[in-house]
């Protein structure tokens, strides 16, 4: 019996509707296979012909499918296999933020520090320890437009007074002032500690530099920003311009700071000092 009899029996049989015609998709080796092998029968009626002509067309239809899916499905295959060459964007590591956290006294103006970016520095202390958990500190962002305000009321560099800093043409135009809920007290002052080096790491991660600033005029500070406490510390922020050295020495030399041919220097002391024996 020819073949289209056969597939004619199995569509009745088993009642396969227009919209299923995957049966017949099977059981060639492939669709194309399946429309050459089929023979028609002189005297199908027109009944089934259009049946059949509209399986075929379905079946054409897989068949176009099947090869996009196979050639999709091999493009992937070959997108996943190849090697990764992207560049991966590592963090710098704790020991490269603090070699490059250093103390810069000297500021790009040019270069204007966003509010977002002050932000994200001050962000950190949703994060880090706190003694006994109090979270008593609080911080007041400036930006360059309430900047001149704060730069006549603080001082750096208290080892080199001769360079009158910080200097015309390169002062800071970002601050971030520090205060408390409560009294400044050793675990106000720990908290502070713990915050104000973590603030200068992000200002570093983030491409920016700072310095913590301690000689200020607390009670002119507070009344130009209308601070409900003492300011405790102000940090300064901005892109760093001073070129800095670390220097180790002894127990026994001269720790301050000093400028050597345009550099800044800065004695630290060696692991084998600080270790108690």
Known sequence: MYQCVSFY???KDN???RSTPHYFAIQAESAVDFLHSVVIHPWAKGGFLRSYAYLCHQIYN???RKMADNYLGRKMEEYFSRPNTR????SPSLGKLLLKNRSHRAYDEEFLVREDQLRRIIEVNCRVASARNQQVLRFRPVLKDEADRLTPLIRMGGALPHLHLPAEGSR??????????IEENRYVDI?????AQSMLLQAVEIGLNGICI?????EKVKQEFHLESDPLLILAIGK?????ELKTISKEEDHTYYRQEGRHIVPKLGIDDLIIK
């Open 191 to 195: 908290d502070l500690g713990i915050a």
């Open 214 to 218: 301690a000689a200020f005029d607390r």
């Open 240 to 244: 760093g311009l001073d070129d800095i």
């Open 62 to 64: 897989i068949a176009l």
């Open 172 to 181: 800071p135009n970002a601050y971030i002032i520090i205060t408390s809920t």
């Open 15 to 17: 009642n396969f509707s």
């Open 9 to 11: 029996k199995v569509y």
């Open 87 to 90: 560049k991966t964007h590592h």
